[in-house]
């Protein structure tokens, strides 16, 4: 079994916090819409406070930085695409050729960044991160956010 | 990332999760996933590929554009891209003072390659526990470990192995892709574990800790868990 077999294996039965139900909110066509990015890498400005093993916090990433190094603590994935192209995880280029393409509205000045690997209960970011996340984003007149994991 | 989706959407902004767990989606059941069998690390597929990040941006956006007026919506992307786990073919440095370990022997050697891949980034992963100097002295702490010295009485840079590991790893890989160019998911994983001096004293010392009683966070965590 190779690292992601076992990984994919192991999440299969990771414990994960549920819902009563799945929020919906409608979008926008997407060439009005304002698009931003979260992604859970715990990637962040080189200059940045790093990331802590179980940070439950965030990192804000201007649209148009590119100073960004890896902060996230496993050591189960691949680091190494990031360190080739940045995109493979935080697609910023392209969602601002998306936008010289008029195929969405426009790239939101303000992206953020969370460590994937956080207590089980991940109270902190459904009660506290999260929702001051949401609020700065919603400040922004984002209307559509990508999710990228690793 | 789900638990994000659902925490988003609830503010009433629209979200599409690029799944790398399905079974993970399927019990979270945030709003819009596209499930994406790719490296893990690698959400958009491929590095350097635009046209293939534009396809899955694509068909993410597309779960956007429905008359569902509710979710959860999981969709597979249509290609699978998998993990290379053989070593990439990365010549290292010859021995050069055979006084030295050869694991600090081989992580000097790729100090030039490695501050030519910082110079030409303008920024390094290294230097969460350690920066690139203290690299070949993390190494001659484990070589010590591994060579049969009790390991709670060696002094490792850093402490913290994890944090230490991720700058040995950042160390070598930054050094290697600008050897290389580019690398398949985790074959520079296989190289640093399998072809380097530096990744088999890891591994070796990192079995010593665990026989010697160390706690299981400390050691387990130094390289992945398939290893």
Redesign the interface.
């Given at each position: 079994?190779?690292?992601?077999q076992?990984?994919?294996e192991?999440?299969?039965n990771?414990p994960?916090?549920?819902?009563d139900g799945?929020?919906?909110?409608?979008?926008p066509r997407?060439r009005d819409?304002t698009v931003a990015i979260?992604t859970?890498a715990a990637i962040h400005r080189?200059h940045d406070d790093?990331f802590s093993?179980g940070d439950t916090g965030y990192r804000m990433i201007p649209s148009d930085a590119h100073?960004?190094?890896?902060?996230h603590?496993?050591?189960?994935?691949?680091?190494?695409?990031?360190?080739?192209?940045l995109?493979?995880?935080f697609?910023i280029?392209?969602?601002h050729?998306?936008a010289a393409d008029k195929v969405?509205g426009r790239v939101a000045p303000r992206h953020y960044s969370?460590a994937?690997n956080q207590p089980d209960d991940?109270s902190a970011?459904?009660l506290d991160s999260?929702?001051a996340?949401?609020?700065e984003?919603?400040r922004d007149g984002?209307?559509?956010?990508?999710?990228?994991?690793? | 990332m789900s638990v994000l989706a659902h925490v988003i959407e609830a503010a009433g902004i629209s979200t599409v999760v690029l799944a790398s767990m399905r079974p993970v989606v399927e019990k979270m059941r945030p709003p819009r996933s596209l499930y994406c069998e790719f490296p893990l690390g690698r959400p958009l597929g491929i590095p350097g590929d635009a046209e293939f990040q534009h396809r899955v941006l694509t068909e993410a956006f597309s779960l956007l554009d429905t008359t569902a007026d509710h979710g959860p919506i999981i969709r597979d992307f249509d290609e699978v891209v998998e993990s290379d786990e053989q070593p990439v073919e990365c010549a290292l440095p010859p021995r050069f003072d055979p006084n030295l370990p050869a694991c600090v022997d081989e992580a000097r050697g790729l100090r030039n390659a490695y501050d030519r891949a910082v110079a030409k980034r303008r920024h390094t992963d290294v230097g969460r526990a350690v920066d690139a100097d203290t690299v070949p002295e993390v190494l001659a702490a484990f070589h010590r470990i591994a060579s049969g010295d009790d390991w709670t009485t060696v002094a490792i840079p850093g402490k913290n192995t994890v944090a230490v590991m991720h700058d040995v790893r950042a160390y070598y890989e930054e050094a290697a892709l600008e050897l290389v160019g580019t690398a398949g998911a985790r074959s520079l994983e296989a190289w640093f574990f399998e072809a380097t001096e530096a990744g088999k004293t890891t591994l070796a010392a990192r079995q010593a800790i665990k026989d010697g009683g160390g706690p299981f966070p400390f050691w387990f965590y130094m390289a992945p868990g398939h290893r």
């Open positions: 079994m190779n690292g992601d076992a990984m994919r192991m999440g299969k990771l994960v916090p549920t819902f799945t929020a919906w909110a409608s979008a997407l819409a979260v859970s080189a790093r093993a100073d960004l190094v890896m902060g603590w496993s050591p189960n994935f691949d680091h190494t695409g990031f360190q080739i192209d995109n493979v995880v697609p280029d392209r969602l050729e998306l969405i969370f994937g991940v970011i459904r999260g929702p996340v949401a609020a984003l919603k984002v209307d559509v956010v990508l999710l990228t994991p690793v | -």
